[in-house]
C-alpha cells in the first residue's frame, strides 16, 4: 500500500497535499499523524525520541503544514507517527519515501525543543489494528460557559457522580470538578495563576497525595486518548470551563495542606493545566508560586499564622491557645521598649506555600519561633523551623525560640547545640 491511501483509507486522515504535506489531522477524532523517519529515532536517559521539526529552518508548505499539526498536538490532540524508511540515507535535504510500517505506529506523549530541534517524546508502539478499533475522540456538545446539572452530566457521559475527578468508562473523557470555596476546608487552592495554568489540586483527603486513581488518570489522559474536562462546582448546577491538558514541561508540582477536618499537614499534587480553546483568566488572587525568593514583612495577626501540630488531639489546641496569647504579650513587651514588632513571609523560589515566622524585630535583629509547650516534640519542631527560616534571612540575624516556661535541662542543651537562643515567660516578665 502506498502511503496516501494508507493515511485516507486505513488512518482516517486525508492529506491535504499529496506531494508536500508531512502528515494529517483528523479533526473528527482530534488526531495527528506525523510521517516520521525511522533513521531519526533515538533513546537518550532511557525516553525513545523522534525528530520531528527544527527551528531555524525556512517555512515551506510541508513545514508550516508540521508546525500548525505540533501546534495541535500542544493544544491535546492525540499524537502518533508513521514510521518511514528513507531511499536515501542522507538526513540531509529532500528525501524520498522508500516503504513504511503500515502494521503498527508510534504513539507520542509530548513534544519539546533541544536546542534548535523539535522533538516528539515515544510512549509506546501500536498496532494499527488497534487504531482503528478506538472510539472517536468523542462527540462533546458543550460549550465553555455552559451550564448543566452534574447528574445530567454523568448521565450522558458517565464517570463518577462525586468527588473532584471522574474518570468516564462510558466516553473518552476525564471529568475535573473545583470548587475553590469548599476546597480551601481541604486544603486546596485552585485556580488560574500568572503562568496561564489553573492549578488544580488532586484527589486524596487524608495522607499524602500519590500518583494512583484518579490522580493517574489526570496525568494519562494523553496518552490514553482521554480528554481532560474541567468544570467550576462539584455538585448541583456546575458550569464547563474548558477542555484543558496537562503541562508538558512540568505536569504537577507537590506543595503542603491540611487534611480534611483540620487534620495534620501532608503532601498534595498540584497540576498544571492549560485551555485548549479559553484564554485563561487574570488570577484574582496572589500567585501560589514565583520564580525568585520573596521575603517581606506583614502584620502580627493570627490569619498570618503558619500553622503545625503539636499532637493530632485535642490538646494541639490548648497549645496553640496559648502560644498565641504568649505571642502576644510578647510583642507588647517589647513595643513597650519601643521596637516595632512584625513577621516575615517567605517564599521560596518554586513552593505555592509561604513560611511565617511568629515574630520579627528589625531593630534587634531577633527572629522568632513561639511554642505553647515545653515538651522535646514541640521545641524539635521549633529548631526545624528556625533552621527553616534562617537560609533566607541575613548571616547575623538572631534565631530564637519563645516557650512559656523554662525547659528541662537536656532541652535547653538542644537548643543551644543549635545555635538558637531561649526566651521564655516568667511570671509577667520575659526571660531571655
Known amino acids: 500500500m502506498k502511503i496516501t491511501p494508507f493515511f485516507s483509507d486505513v488512518l482516517h486522515a486525508k492529506l491535504k497535499n499529496q506531494v508536500w504535506s508531512w502528515g494529517a489531522h483528523d479533526e473528527t477524532s482530534n488526531r495527528v499523524f506525523l510521517r516520521v523517519w525511522d533513521d531519526q529515532v533515538e533513546k537518550r536517559r532511557g525516553v525513545e525520541r523522534v525528530r520531528v521539526d527544527g527551528k531555524s529552518a525556512p517555512g515551506s508548505p510541508g513545514r508550516n503544514e508540521r508546525r500548525a499539526h505540533l501546534e495541535a498536538i500542544r493544544r491535546g490532540a492525540e499524537a502518533y507517527g508513521v514510521l518511514c524508511r528513507a531511499q536515501d540515507t542522507n538526513p540531509v535535504g529532500s528525501r524520498r519515501i522508500k516503504d513504511f510500517d503500515e502494521n503498527a505506529l508510534v ?9 534548535d530541534t523539535v522533538f516528539a517524546e515515544i510512549n509506546d508502539r501500536i498496532p494499527v489494528r488497534d487504531l482503528r478499533r478506538a472510539a472517536p475522540r468523542n462527540q462533546w456538545h458543550l460549550e465553555p460557559g455552559a451550564r448543566i446539572k452534574r447528574k445530567d452530566l454523568h448521565k450522558r457521559y458517565g464517570g463518577r457522580s462525586q468527588g473532584g475527578i471522574g474518570p468516564s468508562a462510558k466516553s473518552p473523557n476525564v471529568f475535573l470538578f473545583s470548587d475553590p470555596a469548599s476546597g480551601e476546608q481541604h486544603g486546596y487552592f485552585d485556580g488560574w495563576q500568572p503562568d496561564g495554568c489553573f ?8 495522607g499524602d497525595q500519590q500518583l494512583a486513581q484518579g490522580n493517574l488518570a489526570v496525568l494519562n489522559a494523553r496518552r490514553d486518548g482521554r480528554a481532560l474536562r474541567l468544570f467550576n462546582g462539584t455538585g448541583g448546577l456546575i458550569e464547563y470551563v474548558d477542555e484543558v491538558i496537562v503541562d508538558s514541561e512540568e505536569p504537577y508540582y507537590t506543595t503542603d495542606a491540611v487534611e480534611t477536618g483540620g487534620g495534620p499537614i501532608r503532601s498534595v499534587i498540584v497540576f498544571r493545566l492549560r485551555p485548549v480553546s479559553v ?11 514565583t520564580t525568585t525568593l520573596v521575603v517581606d514583612r506583614v502584620p502580627v495577626e493570627s490569619q498570618h499564622t503558619e500553622r503545625t501540630f503539636v499532637d493530632p488531639s485535642g490538646e494541639e489546641h490548648e497549645a496553640e491557645r496559648r502560644e498565641s496569647g504568649m505571642v502576644q504579650r ?8 519601643g521596637h516595632v514588632v512584625e ?3 517567605i517564599k521560596p523560589p518554586s513552593e505555592a506555600k ?4 511568629d515574630l520579627y524585630v528589625e531593630q534587634l535583629g531577633l527572629l522568632i519561633e513561639a511554642k505553647g509547650s515545653t515538651n522535646r516534640q514541640s521545641i524539635r519542631m521549633a529548631i526545624g523551623q528556625l533552621t527553616d527560616y534562617r537560609r533566607f534571612v541575613s548571616d547575623d540575624t538572631t534565631c ?33
Do not use: M, W
Request: proline fraction near 7%; include cysteine; charge should be positive.
Open 199 to 206: 492549578h488544580y489540586t488532586g484527589e486524596g483527603q487524608r
Open 279 to 289: 484564554r485563561p483568566k487574570i488570577p484574582e488572587k496572589e500567585s501560589l508560586r
Open 343 to 345: 513577621r516575615l513571609r
Open 354 to 357: 509561604p513560611l511565617f515566622c
Open 107 to 115: 504513539r507520542f506523549s509530548r513534544i519539546f525543543e533541544e536546542g
Open 400 to 432: 530564637a525560640i519563645l516557650v512559656p516556661s523554662r525547659p528541662r535541662v537536656d532541652l535547653i542543651q538542644l537548643i543551644k547545640s543549635a545555635g538558637i537562643d531561649l526566651i521564655y515567660e516568667d511570671n509577667d516578665t520575659f526571660i531571655g
Open 330 to 337: 510578647y510583642k507588647a513587651y517589647l513595643e513597650a521598649q
